[in-house]
């Protein structure tokens, strides 16, 4: 199974920062990568597939790059509602394995 | 509008069973590969089953293989998971997702709608 390890696992930011997750995959998944925003009680949300690609509807303060087998998301001037649980996602190959989550809290 | 939701979770006893449906509205489910994604208390999200348009294709983590179930009624527009031998680490919040794949420069999929999730509790 490909290992996807995710960092930092919580991070503390204030409304206007920018912030930046990092997710690295254990083998190549190409830009097989996906970031999901997850709030307690709904259902996750869809921000960035193929690695960089902004799903429609989401603002273009989040974005998504790739270096090898590292990938990152980082959203910009971070406003209250972007205070969530991120998760990146390889697509690659079955079983899709989830990284474990960065929580973004509010300073 | 378009939308999944979930339903069936409950309290069951170790070594128990459960069937977990999602009905699908605004989208033909027909169309997509569904999923099952499940977040046990404090976790993160772990990939549950897949099932293909026409239930030909099933796959599952391995923790749940023998003893869940994923399928479909395209009738009815709706996906389920039937699960047997629970166990307390099946205790999560269970989510019904839809694949989205695009093709425009290369092919990715994703899960492009989620449902709110039904709750499974595992206790004696």
């Known amino acids: 199974d490909i290992q996807m390890t995710q960092s930092p696992s919580s991070l503390s930011a204030s409304v206007g920062d920018s912030v930046t997750i990092t997710c690295r995959a254990s083998q190549s998944i190409d830009s097989s990568l996906n970031w999901y925003q997850h709030k307690p009680g709904t259902a996750p949300r869809l921000l960035i597939y193929?690695?960089?690609n902004l799903q429609s509807g989401v603002p273009s303060k989040f974005s998504g790059s790739r270096s090898g087998t590292d990938f990152t998301l980082t959203i910009t001037s971070l406003q209250p509602e972007d205070f969530a649980t991120y998760y990146c996602q390889q697509a690659s190959r079955t079983p899709e394995t989830f990284g474990q989550g960065t929580k973004v809290e509010i300073k | 509008d378009v939308q999944l939701v979930e339903s069936g979770g409950d309290l069951v006893q170790p070594g128990g069973s459960l069937r977990l449906s999602c009905a699908a509205s605004?989208?033909?489910?027909?169309?997509?590969?569904m999923a099952w994604v499940r977040q046990a208390p404090g976790k993160g999200l772990e990939w549950v089953a897949n099932i293909n348009q026409d239930g030909s294709d099933k796959r599952y983590v391995d923790s749940v293989k023998g003893r869940f179930t994923i399928s479909r009624d395209n009738a009815k527009n709706s996906l389920y998971l039937q699960m047997s031998s629970l166990n307390v680490d099946d205790a999560a919040v269970y989510y019904c997702a839809k694949w989205g794949e695009t093709t425009v420069t290369s092919r990715y999929w994703y899960f492009d709608l989620w449902g709110h999730g039904t709750l499974v509790t595992v206790s004696s």
């Open positions: 605004g989208f033909m489910l027909s169309s997509f590969w």
């Open positions: 193929g690695a960089s």
